[in-house]
């Protein structure tokens, strides 16, 4: 099955810095590849989402890169606020359900 | 338009016990699938439900059962709860099963097992 590995686990940037979070995935077979950013207490919330037949989308401050030959997407952030701070989780879809698999997370802090 | 709702929010229950949690779909969407997120973890996937048949199935044992309803809201089922089930169990709806709409979750319902 699907494995998706993501880095870093934590990351403290300076408010108005850019964050960057990089996952792995393993099924070639994956061609949907969502961020979602969960805060305490809450289900995760869908922020950005990219297609295999795609290679970047921006969305104002976010944007997402994917890289099907390297099996590799990440999740820019720029001109960080303190109200980014929260766990962000990459994840691919894959299997018969095109069920997702989601990377470890990410607690991404933005500190005034 | 009216997003995933999951009920309850929280739950205490007693290991061995049965436990069902519900969840109503987001407006238009008819599949719904259900996640397991440990403390810390990602989500992980249990299964899926599209026209009230089970779609899709991750790596949980039989004691893990649900229903879709044709309403499409849903129900997960657990029989003989185990201390390790203690979670966050996410309800996810999409438009169509087989195919990439994107999902939109729920808030979730904490199930605590003593």
């Known amino acids: 099955g699907e494995n998706v590995e993501q880095h870093p686990s934590t990351l403290s940037v300076q408010e108005g810095d850019s964050a960057v979070i990089k996952c792995t995935y393993s099924?070639?077979?994956?061609?949907?590849f969502p961020w979602y950013k969960q805060e305490l207490g809450k289900g995760p919330q869908l922020i950005i989402d990219?297609?295999?037949?795609?290679g970047e989308k921006k969305d104002q401050r976010i944007a997402v890169t994917l890289n099907k030959t390297a099996k590799h997407f990440s999740l820019h952030i720029t001109e960080t606020q303190p109200e980014d701070s929260a766990v962000y989780f990459c994840?691919?879809?894959?299997?018969?359900?095109?069920?997702?698999?989601f990377g470890s997370g990410t607690q991404l802090t933005v500190l005034p | 338009e009216t997003g995933v709702t999951q009920s309850p929010t929280h739950l205490i229950k007693t290991r061995g016990q049965q436990v069902t949690l519900r969840c109503s779909s987001q407006s238009g969407h008819n599949t719904v699938s259900w996640y397991q997120q440990a403390l810390g973890q990602g989500p992980q996937f249990i299964f899926q439900y599209y026209r009230e048949e089970e779609n899709g199935r991750g790596n949980f044992p039989p004691r893990f059962s649900g229903l879709q309803f044709p309403n499409y809201s849903s129900e997960l089922n657990v029989n003989a709860l185990e201390l390790d089930d203690s979670a966050l169990y996410l309800c996810?709806?999409?438009?169509?099963?087989?195919?990439?709409?994107?999902?939109?979750f729920g808030s979730g319902t904490r199930l605590t097992v003593v």
């Open positions: 996810a709806s999409s438009l169509e099963a087989g195919g990439n709409y994107g999902y939109t």
């Open positions: 994840a691919a879809s894959s299997g018969s359900a095109r069920q997702l698999t």
């Open positions: 099924d070639s077979a994956s061609n949907y």
């Open positions: 990219i297609r295999s037949n795609v």
